[in-house]
């Protein structure tokens, strides 16, 4: 098997926003894996996310 071309020249640190699995993938390769833990406002739902931005809105 030939060898991987070296795409980067430094260390990768990678920003996992999402699922856990992407980062343990990252993770297992030996790469920095930083974890965001974030969700949608609202919980995802449409009208209660409208109704924050409206509280938020500075106009």
Do not use: H
């Not at 993770?27 to 995802?44: K, M, T, Y």
């Amino acid at each position: 098997m030939t060898k991987p071309i070296a795409v980067f020249e430094d260390a990768l640190c990678v920003i996992n926003i999402g699922l856990d699995v992407f980062a343990d993938d990252f993770e297992a390769e030996g790469i920095e894996v930083v974890r965001l833990d974030w969700r949608p406002s609202g919980g995802g739902d449409p009208r209660l996310s409208s109704i924050l931005a409206q509280l938020d809105d500075d106009d």
